[in-house]
Structures are given as C-alpha cells and as structure tokens.
C-alpha cells in the first residue's frame, strides 16, 4: 500500500475509475502474468552445456593417467578419452531423460550409470584400480 504525500493511506479505488482522486500520486500497477520458465534455453541444451563445462574438472584436478595404459601395451591417450567423454556426456543424459524427475536425484544416477564401464575398465587394468 502506498501512501500519498499527505500521509493518508491511500484507497484501493482505481485512479481511473469512480472516486478515483486528482491529486492522488499512488496508481496501483496491473499484476503481471506469471511466467512459467525464464531460462530461454532449452533444457536438454542447458544441460549438455554444462555437463561440457563441468566434465573437465576432473582434467584439471587429477584425471585418469594415459602411462597407466601404455605400459600394458594400451593407447592411454585414447583410453583416457573414454573417461572424459563419459564424463561430458552425463550432462547430455540428464537433459534428456526424464525418470526420476528431479533432476538432483537424475544427476548422479546418470553419472554412475555413465561411469560404470570405464570405471569397471580402470578397475581391471593393473596400477589403476583399488590397489
């Protein structure tokens, strides 16, 4: 509720309308519809993109090592880039499925079940696993 220049509390009246006052300062502004969605981006978009973002922090922080391959005669280089795909791609996975619906229970569901064969992989390769 505003309040004029006098120090009245204003009325609910309309300024347009009967009893409405010359002088009154106050207009009450028309309620704006609510929006559903204010993100413009589609969600499957969104997600994948910051799935790519945040995919890569695992490459700043540690990662997977290519020596560990290489020395059992595997391309490191690119069993390394299996992890890291996986990894991008838990974003993408997110963003289209739908079951469960939250999406922080989706996230690490997502991720696990992304992870899952190259983690089985770094599990079976000597030097990489639990030991």
């Known amino acids: 509720m505003c309040t004029p220049p006098d120090g009245t509390e204003a009325d609910d009246t309309p300024p347009d309308g009967e009893g409405a006052d010359d002088g009154q300062r106050c207009r009450r502004l028309p309620a704006l519809p609510p929006t559903r969605d204010t993100c413009t981006m589609p969600y499957p978009l969104l ?68 992870l899952l064969p190259v983690g089985i992989i770094a599990l079976a390769t000597p030097g990489c696993g639990g030991t």
């Open 47 to 114: 997600c994948t993109l910051l799935g790519l973002v945040l995919g890569w922090l695992p490459f700043f922080l540690h990662g997977p090592i290519a020596y560990k391959f290489d020395i059992l005669y595997i391309r490191g280089a690119i069993a390394v880039w299996g992890f890291y795909s996986a990894r991008l791609l838990i974003g993408l996975l997110v963003g289209i499925t739908s079951s469960p619906r939250p999406w922080y229970l989706r996230g690490p569901l997502c991720g696990f079940l992304m």
